[in-house]
């Protein structure tokens, strides 16, 4: 199988917000080395290994087109993303981060901000998103 395209949200301020939200959560170098693998796999797999595996939980509550990847470990590591989201689209948009501990997830909002993020993708696409770098390719 190909690997399917893979992009991360952009702020307004052209910052990708999976990073920042890395920095800010202060991500050991082992944990972001992790979550690049699985992002690797999310790109390998069939988005219904990906469910049936557990790798991907959703679509999550009220936030219809909303999934989170997820990577455990000393930190609980959850993604929010969606897939494509433009129609036809293969692949998948990296919207926002959280971590998770006792099935809560830090920020809270995580899955309200992806949605929000989503619909800034859709209305602009060529500007709100960019191709997703690993972590280990900039010193972020």
Known sequence: ????PLWTFVSESGRDVLKEWAREARLATRVRARLDQ???????????????????AGPIAKQLHIYKLRVDG????????????????????????ALERDRRLTP???PERATRNRDKVISDPVHRRKPYER???TDD
């Open 1 to 4: 199988m190909a690997w399917m």
């Open 38 to 56: 699985k992002l690797d796999v999310l790109r390998r797999q069939s988005f219904e290994i990906l469910i049936h595996t557990h790798l991907l």
């Open 74 to 97: 000393q930190v609980a590591v959850r993604v929010m993303l969606c897939r494509g989201p433009l129609p036809g689209e293969p692949g998948y948009t990296l919207l926002a981060g």
């Open 108 to 110: 809270a909002d995580a």
């Open 135 to 137: 972590f280990g390719t």
